[in-house]
């Protein structure tokens, strides 16, 4: 397990310290993402208010998670029922290749 430590990020002009058990570099990550999608917001909403640019990115990032998460649930219902045809396949193709051997016999 990582032991956790302080790292200092900086998003929409004020600087942070957080705790983590996470890489340095992917906290740094985290804190760009989210200070790109803050100017972002504030490009396209042109509101003054760093509370309401800091709600308007959060409900954003909230939306491209819960559409990710929907995506990949439907990627894990297509794989499950994919390897299900392709294990009865497997099966019905066995189960032929027995029944070959045993008329030959």
Not at 4 to 11: A, H, P, T
Not at 23 to 38: F, L, P, S, T
């Amino acid at each position: 397990m990582s032991k956790e430590r302080s790292v200092e990020i900086k998003i929409f002009g004020q600087t942070y310290t957080v705790r983590t058990d996470a890489e340095e570099g992917h906290i740094q990550e985290v804190a760009r993402y989210v200070n790109e999608k803050m100017e972002e917001v504030l490009r396209r909403s042109k509101s003054v208010s760093t509370l309401n640019v800091a709600i308007l990115t959060a409900l954003n990032i909230a939306d491209e998670l819960l559409r990710e998460k929907e995506r990949r649930a439907a990627l894990l219902r297509e794989i499950e029922t994919k390897s299900m045809d392709l294990a009865e396949r497997i099966d019905i193709e066995l189960g032929q290749e027995k029944v070959k051997k045993v008329s030959m016999v």
